[in-house]
């Protein structure tokens, strides 16, 4: 057993919930990954992929018993990513996006919106948080979306962009600002948005580096009216379920990153010891050992932050938004240069779509990019050890 294999058999978990991770592992080795690099290479959305995650019931992870669920610890979701990511980071994004859009339902909606929206997830729905505007990225309180009250109903205008799940969602948690509060950041707020609300168009989908099969729409809100009871909380309530719910997605992009650095990392092992140059396998040169030495050791330190952040969530600790922070940077950064090192192990194979590695690299690269930049991250974590005068 290797030293990533003995970090995977620390993790603690019951014996319900260790029983789901075998079952999404088989799920992700037998049908998931043989589909991916047909995904990938036509763009499509990965429907078989979808139903095989709902067959399973997966969405119920993330969902309390009383509506419907089967709820289980957050390092089991953050497990299951990981290993649904490492056979289709696509799939694995969508799968995720799910939960990014729906905990904050979970944990600031009311009991009848809970009651009313969640068995749309428990049935197999899918979700989207709707928080990115053409002007406003990393700065959400930038975004121009508008809600206006208009009696037991919202009206919305605006407009969305680089929306996961964007086109096909079932739920959309949707930030905007609310129009009788003047101040930028107090006027946020945040509605569940249902699929087919008239006024509610997809405007188009990206054509993407990498995660091609994960759709990413641009969305166009022209006169939607929402009902009143879909508001989460009050007026102005939305930046504080903002960043809690970020805190959370956070995370859960790093596992996704890490299930995509894993893949290459065992690709990239399995290829150097099978590939002879000069008569010597390539893992038999002491400069190859030295890439994988560093591969391996930044690999496991940083699977080990995740979990111990999985447990601050389990334990009950509310404030992780720095450790969430330092997790997604270094897991984005580590995947990028795990994937890049795998391309380079591989030689001019690594170039060719042949080979798992290629896509792997692509894949990786927007986890620098979403759910905040890592420059901004970076920002937050130096800025966390200002002192105050």
């Known amino acids: 057993m290797n030293v990533l294999d003995r970090i995977d058999a620390t993790l603690k978990l019951n014996d319900d919930e260790k029983m789901l991770v075998d079952s999404v592992r088989a799920l992700a080795r037998d049908e998931i990954m043989p589909r991916a690099d047909h995904y990938d290479r036509s763009g499509e959305f990965p429907h078989d992929n979808v139903k095989a995650i709902n067959d399973l019931g997966l969405n119920a992870v993330f969902i309390p018993e009383a509506y419907g669920g089967a709820q289980m610890s957050y390092a089991t979701y953050l497990e299951c990513v990981r290993e649904v990511s490492k056979a289709c980071a ?49 700065d959400a309180t ?22 996961t799940n964007g086109a096909h969602a079932d739920l959309y948690l949707l930030f905007g600002k609310w129009s009788e509060i003047a101040d930028s950041k107090k006027s946020i707020s945040v509605l569940i948005l249902e699929k087919g609300t008239p006024g509610l168009k997809v405007v188009r989908e990206e054509d993407k580096m990498g995660l091609r099969a994960s759709s990413t729409a641009a969305l166009a809100f ?20 903002l960043l809690a719910s970020l805190n959370r997605s956070r995370p859960s992009v790093a596992a996704h990153a890490l299930g995509i650095a894993r893949a290459a990392f065992e ?24 890439m994988l030495a560093d591969m391996a050791t930044d690999l496991a330190m940083c699977e080990e932050w995740l979990w111990h952040v999985a447990r601050m969530v389990d334990g009950g600790v509310g404030d992780f938004g720095i450790d969430a922070s330092m997790l997604k940077m270094r897991a ?20 060719c779509k042949d080979y798992r590695v290629e896509r792997l690299m692509r894949d990786a690269k927007i986890t620098q990019i979403w759910e905040g930049t890592n420059q901004i991250h970076r920002q937050l974590i130096g800025r966390s050890f200002m002192k105050k005068s």
């Open 90 to 138: 696509s799939t694995g994004i969508i799968w995720a996006t799910n939960f990014h859009a729906i905990k904050p339902l979970i944990e600031f909606g009311s009991d009848e919106q809970k009651q009313r929206l969640l068995p749309v997830m428990v049935n197999g729905g899918l979700a989207s948080l709707t928080i990115t505007e053409p002007s406003a990225g990393s």
């Open 332 to 351: 984005s950064d580590l995947a990028m240069r795990i994937t890049t090192d795998a391309v380079q192990l591989h030689g001019g194979y690594g170039f």
């Open 222 to 241: 022209d006169n939607c009216r929402v009902p009143r009871a879909n508001l989460i909380r009050n007026p102005g309530d939305g930046l504080g379920i």
């Open 142 to 163: 930038g975004m121009k979306t508008e809600f206006r009250p208009d009696g037991d109903h919202i009206v919305v205008n605006g407009s969305k962009t680089f929306i």
């Open 267 to 290: 690709d990239a092992v399995g290829y150097i010891n099978e590939r002879r140059q000069s008569g010597r396998k390539i893992i038999e040169f002491q400069g190859i050992q030295f």
